[in-house]
């Protein structure tokens, strides 16, 4: 059943909030090298869209569940979110994103954790090819 929620990211710079019925994949890795660098990559021989590892070049790896939550899926939730100073700022946006969209008592807010003390992760520039 999906989990209408809100969530919270917090890193060095600040607090970031989206929301989201699923923010599973966040926590989904590629299991080909310690550290994966995946792109959307479409091979022109079959023109389908295959994901590559940019780190070690493996094609469509497998993926794995870990306890961290993924850099490259942060940027893609939180990568495009403004930026709160404070916590009572954020836990304000969050009163307000609950108000707009009327959730009933499943919505919730929940803290991404493990990047308190981390900047956010860079936004690379994006390479199709
Ligand atoms: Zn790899």
Known sequence: MPYYGVYIL???EGYRIIQS???GN???WASCCPTPDIKDYSLEVDGMFHDKCMACGTLDPETEKREEANP???I??????TTYDTEKEVLE??????????????GTVSYIRGWE???FPDIKEKNNG
């Open 10 to 12: 917090q890193t060095i």
């Open 21 to 23: 019925k699923d923010i």
């Open 76 to 81: 893609e939730f939180f990568g495009r979110c």
């Open 26 to 28: 966040l926590y989904w």
């Open 72 to 74: 490259n899926m942060i």
């Open 117 to 119: 003390d981390k900047f």
């Open 93 to 106: 946006e969050a009163c307000n994103m609950f108000d707009e969209k009327l959730y009933d008592d499943l």
